[in-house]
């Protein structure tokens, strides 16, 4: 199955198929996802954000995007700067999580940015998301950088712990 798998720098195509996906599977906060989806397109289009997709048979099933720009991120100090990038937007269609297809996307990512000339990558984890930051500890996001708070753009704020790695 993992044949007809691949990971890749995604087009703006493919992030309007995907955002329209996202929108559509959460009605309950679908004003968020609509900000969220303006705000990607345009850093982007600036070279703010690199989108990396994991695509089975056609069908985009993971993503990450890794963010180069210190304002594209909330609480931005010492998370995004020229040799540092913050990775965030880690999704996986519900039917394809634990089957080792994020992992590959993920690594995919990491040897990118590595190529690039990051020499460390950050990321973000809700205290309360036991799984994902056992998860990102697995991959080595075990540097705690700091805890803060972001807000949404319907104005819901949440707790969040940074983590590092080097690449």
Known sequence: MKNNYICKIASLEEMNKKWDYEIENHPESQSNWIIWKKGSIENFKNGDIIPYYGILDGKIICEATAMLNPRCVQNSDGLVKDDTVYLSAFRTVREYQGKG???ILLNFMLDDLKKKGFIKATLGVEPS???????????GFTEYIKSSKEKY?????IDVDYYGKAL
């Open 129 to 139: 998301e036991k799984i994902n930051k056992s998860i990102y500890e697995h991959f």
């Open 153 to 157: 753009p319907d104005g819901t704020v």
């Open 101 to 103: 297809f994020f992992s």
